[in-house]
């Protein structure tokens, strides 16, 4: 049996190029972030909240995040827990115009804790999290099976710039990856479509 096995760290035998660290503010943010997991049931502001959906806005027509094809099959969501004027609310991030659609009402943090696959893990209360959901048949459609890939892909950009504006604010995050998908989409008012549930993001302080 032919096994393809890990080649573990790569090396080449010749001498490496050293290369400088940048020193700009975007490069002071990249080394501050970090995955957190421990809460205060911070309450985030408007101006916190505003900060946070921005980075996956469209602005002059032109949105902040690429797509294969310019299908962008990933939509925003959010259940916010700690959040000014909106707790225990699930809103919809609408990119063209920046501002929030109120799906409906959720339970608190410790109710839901269940079915994010964090039992264990996170201590005290996230302030929000975020929700980011595939829609396949914009991307299938036009690159059939490898845009299930692109799909996926898309889905960390969304993530990378989220926890930059995280960080940003002087805020936490941890990415959430073992979301029990029919119960999300319920909450989210999509049981009866196709879409997936791709990752989660809690943010707090």
């Given at each position: 049996?032919?096994?393809?096995?890990?080649?573990?760290?790569?090396?080449?035998?010749?001498n490496?190029?050293?290369?400088?660290?940048?020193?700009?503010?975007?490069?002071?943010?990249?080394?501050?972030?970090?995955?957190?997991r421990?809460?205060?049931?911070?309450?985030?502001?408007?101006?916190?909240?505003?900060?946070?959906?921005?980075?996956?806005?469209?602005?002059?027509?032109?949105?902040?995040?690429?797509?294969?094809?310019?299908?962008?099959?990933?939509?925003?969501?959010?259940?916010?827990?700690?959040?000014?004027?909106?707790?225990?609310?699930?809103?919809?991030?609408?990119?063209?115009?920046?501002?929030?659609?109120?799906?409906?009402?959720?339970?608190?943090?410790?109710?839901?804790?269940?079915?994010?696959?964090?039992?264990?893990?996170?201590?005290?209360?996230?302030?929000?999290?975020?929700?980011f959901?595939?829609?396949?048949?914009?991307?299938?459609?036009?690159?059939?099976?490898?845009?299930?890939?692109f799909?996926?892909?898309?889905s960390?950009?969304?993530?990378?710039?989220?926890?930059?504006?995280?960080?940003?604010?002087?805020?936490?995050?941890?990415?959430?990856?073992?979301?029990?998908d029919?119960?999300?989409?319920?909450?989210?008012?999509?049981?009866?479509?196709?879409?997936?549930?791709?990752?989660?993001?809690?943010?707090?302080?």
């Amino acid at each position: 049996i032919n096994e393809e096995k890990d080649i573990g760290r790569i090396e080449y035998p010749t001498n490496d190029i050293k290369l400088d660290y940048p020193k700009d503010k975007l490069y002071e943010i990249m080394k501050n972030r970090e995955s957190n997991r421990k809460y205060n049931n911070y309450q985030i502001n408007n101006t916190q909240l505003s900060s946070l959906f921005s980075c996956f806005a469209e602005i002059n027509n032109h949105r902040l995040i690429s797509s294969a094809g310019g299908k962008y099959p990933i939509e925003v969501y959010a259940l916010c827990f700690n959040v000014k004027n909106l707790n225990n609310k699930v809103v919809y991030y609408k990119y063209n115009d920046n501002s929030l659609s109120i799906v409906g009402n959720c339970k608190s943090w410790s109710d839901l804790k269940s079915i994010t696959g964090a039992v264990d893990l996170i201590t005290g209360e996230p302030s929000i999290m975020f929700i980011f959901v595939g829609f396949p048949d914009r991307v299938i459609s036009k690159y059939g099976e490898r845009g299930g890939r692109f799909l996926l892909i898309e889905s960390g950009h969304y993530i990378q710039n989220l926890l930059l504006r995280v960080t940003y604010e002087k805020l936490k995050a941890v990415e959430l990856g073992g979301l029990y998908d029919n119960d999300i989409k319920n909450i989210l008012g999509l049981k009866k479509t196709n879409a997936i549930i791709t990752l989660g993001v809690i943010c707090g302080k």
